[in-house]
C-alpha cells in the first residue's frame, strides 16, 4: 500500500495521494458512494461519521458530520461535478455548519473556502489505485500559501483515512 505527495512546478497548489487497495475496482468505487459504506471509513481514525444526506449525481451533495472521541463536532460537504461510475469522481469540498452553509476550517482561518478534489480510480489485476488530487478554487494568496503549507498534515489525513478504508474494505472481502 502505498501513499505519497506528488508536487510538480506547474500546480504547486496541487495535493495529490496514490493509494493501492486489494480490491476491485467496483467495489472501492462502490464503498466511496454508498452512504451506508462512508459511514464506516470515511475520516480521521476514531471519528464517528454521520450521514446527513447523500446525493451522488453532478450538482449533488454529500453532507456529513464527524464526531472526535471527545465530542468535538464538525460538518463537512462535498458538493459532487462529475460522476463517472466506476472510474471518476469529482467535486468540490468544503467545512460546513449542519444546516450545509460554507464554514471555515475549524483551526484555521486562512484555509481554503473550497478544494476542488478529483479521485481517480484503476485497476491492475484486482488491485485499485486510487489517486486524489485537490487544488484551492477561489482562493486568496493567503489560503493558497496555507494550502501548500498543509500538504504534510493532509498525507498523513488522507493516509490514515486510506488506511481505514483498506481496513473496512478487508472486511467486505471476508
Do not use: C
Amino acid at each position: 500500500m502505498n501513499a505519497k505527495i506528488q508536487n510538480n512546478s506547474d500546480a504547486l497548489d496541487e495535493f495529490v495521494i496514490s493509494r493501492e487497495f486489494a480490491a476491485p475496482r467496483a467495489l472501492v468505487f462502490k464503498v466511496w458512494t454508498e452512504a451506508e459504506h462512508l459511514a464506516r471509513w470515511w475520516g480521521p481514525k476514531g471519528f464517528t461519521l454521520g450521514v446527513a444526506r447523500l446525493d451522488l449525481r453532478p450538482g449533488g451533495v454529500f453532507h456529513y458530520s464527524m464526531r472526535s472521541p471527545q465530542g468535538h463536532e464538525m460538518w463537512g460537504k462535498f458538493v459532487y461535478d462529475e460522476i463517472s461510475p466506476p472510474s471518476r469522481i469529482v467535486f468540490v469540498s468544503s467545512f460546513s455548519d449542519a444546516a450545509g452553509n460554507l464554514t471555515r476550517h475549524p483551526g484555521s482561518a486562512t484555509w481554503p473556502l473550497e478544494v476542488r478534489s478529483t479521485l481517480t480510480f484503476s485497476e491492475h489485476q484486482g488491485i485499485t489505485t486510487i489517486t486524489l488530487r485537490g487544488e484551492p478554487i477561489n482562493a486568496s494568496a493567503d489560503e493558497r500559501r496555507t494550502f501548500r503549507d498543509g500538504h504534510r498534515s493532509m498525507q498523513g489525513g488522507f493516509g490514515g483515512t486510506f488506511t481505514q478504508l483498506s481496513e473496512y474494505l478487508a472486511t467486505l472481502r471476508g
